[in-house]
């Protein structure tokens, strides 16, 4: 899974090595590797704006990264399977999950951790 960054100028990839990494566009160089997840990542998508990325992965959470540096924000844990995609509200300050449990729990707590 490969995604664009809202201007363009980036690429966002999700991996079967745990991990999601964020490309520079133009020139392919790499920029920054979010690692944390315990298996393969399912998705990832920037909000809106670009400034954060939220990752989904089989392990069954989801986590929260700051594009500009790609550390680490918040791990949004709760689905009892895995999380199959995640995305965000059209104003980027709230992120929901899609998982194979069929639940979309801590959507509040995911919420509250886009915003700090």
């Known amino acids: 899974m490969a995604c664009f960054d809202p201007s363009g100028t980036k690429v966002l990839t999700a991996s079967l090595d745990r991990t999601a990494r964020l490309f520079d566009a133009q020139s392919g160089a790499l920029l920054h590797t ?9 998705g990832a998508v920037f909000a ?3 400034r ?11 986590r929260l990264w700051d594009a500009a540096t790609g550390a680490p924000l918040a791990t949004m844990k709760g689905h009892s399977e895995q999380v199959t995609g995640a995305t965000f509200n059209p104003e980027g300050t709230r992120f929901v999950t899609v998982s194979k449990d069929r639940t979309a729990p801590g959507a509040e707590m995911a919420a509250q951790a886009a915003t700090t």
């Open 52 to 62: 954060h990325i939220v990752s989904s992965a089989a392990d069954g959470t989801a």
């Open 48 to 50: 809106r704006g670009g």
């Open 34 to 42: 979010m690692s944390g997840h315990t298996v393969f990542v399912t």
